[in-house]
């Protein structure tokens, strides 16, 4: 049995951003919301195999510890728990509240859990800042925005709010650290570049939470998340050639939910606001995103069959311990060559 990563859960989480896409086209009357539904459940098929494969892999090699505490893998495995509120939220509690509304909190508060034992781990472990990439934004950050989004959605706005301020302050701190390692430290490693699309979903995943708990308004909170966002996702550009030159592993499933929130986002504010020709903006939004997730799920079925969808183990990197700086020609080196 190959050695199956923690990122595997990556690709349901993808899928239910892609549900909730269509979920909005559908509130604004735009699609049916069959859609969305038969996507939520396509990505808790995903999940369930996720699930069962990984600790199937894990448990056999007796790497789930070594998979929790790793410096590279270890803020993955958080997606394990994470997509499950959104499957709960918005695709049981529709059909049956209390059983959904029950769900919904029990993984919030095993995602509550993680990230705070993940952040307790990031202290008594033996880190180093090269290690940090930006999928160290999921056990928190995440957690806690997708917490709120959810909490919202089966009608607990104080819940909501108080996980909206566990990921909001979570995504201040972490995010200045990463970026701080990002513009200043050598380039990631090719494994590790498509995380670099998870820069664009706090922004967008905290206006998804705040919408769900203010009414959907656009108010003061929606344009002050709207400003950063817009920064980061047009930051993405510059990337392009980067992850063009990039060979398709599982790690491009780091694209899916992040740019789903962002497509989210997007046709929230074409409804509300109505621009010219605000219609056939949003259809382009949803085709582009369910394109976008469709590739890379076929390119992921290739690989599969391939036996090229893992790639190998990454290795720990440098420890805390390790040398901290490098001569600054071999930083700008790197970056040349990346």
């Known amino acids: 049995m190959p050695r199956i990563p923690p ?16 979920s909005a086209a559908g509130g604004a009357g735009l699609a049916p919301q069959w859609i969305a539904q038969a996507l939520l459940a396509i990505a808790a098929v995903i999940w369930v195999a996720a699930l069962v494969a990984y600790l199937a892999c894990a448990l056999g090699h007796g790497v789930l510890r070594d998979d929790a505490t790793h410096p590279v893998l270890g803020p993955f495995l958080s997606l394990a728990l994470i997509s499950p509120m959104i499957l709960a939220s918005t695709g049981i ?4 509240p209390a059983t959904g509304a029950v769900l919904t909190d029990l993984f919030i508060v095993l995602t509550v859990i993680h990230g705070s034992w993940f952040t307790g781990q990031l202290i008594y472990g033996d880190y180093a800042l090269d290690q940090l990439h930006p999928g160290y934004f999921l056990p928190t950050v995440a957690g ?4 709120a989004m959810t909490a919202g959605a089966v009608g607990q706005p104080v819940l909501g709010h108080v996980m909206f301020g566990y990921g909001v302050v979570c995504w201040f701190v972490l995010g200045s650290i990463i970026l701080a390692r990002l513009f200043f430290r050598p380039a990631l490693p090719a494994a590790l570049t498509p995380t670099l699309a998870i820069e664009v979903a706090p922004a967008a995943v905290a206006s998804l939470a705040w919408f769900g708990l203010n009414g959907g308004k656009i108010d003061g909170v929606a344009q ?5 966002g817009m920064l980061i996702v047009l930051s993405q550009v510059r990337l392009l050639p980067m992850f063009l030159r990039l060979k398709f592993t599982i790690s491009f499933w780091a694209f899916t939910f992040s740019w789903a929130a962002v497509a989210s986002v997007a046709l929230h504010w074409l409804v509300i606001t109505r621009p010219s020709g605000y219609i056939a903006l949003a259809w382009i939004v949803v085709v582009a995103i369910t394109v976008l997730i469709g590739a890379i799920t076929v390119r992921s079925i290739v690989a599969l069959a391939a036996g090229t969808l893992f790639p190998p183990r990454p290795a720990a990197a440098p420890s805390a311990a390790a040398p901290a700086l490098q001569p600054q020609e071999s930083v700008t080196g790197a970056r040349e060559a990346h």
């Open 7 to 22: 990122n595997i859960f990556g690709a349901a989480f993808g899928w239910a951003g892609l549900a909730g896409t269509w």
């Open 93 to 96: 509690a529709p059909l049956a």
């Open 144 to 147: 806690g925005l997708v917490a």
């Open 224 to 228: 002050f998340l709207a400003g950063y």
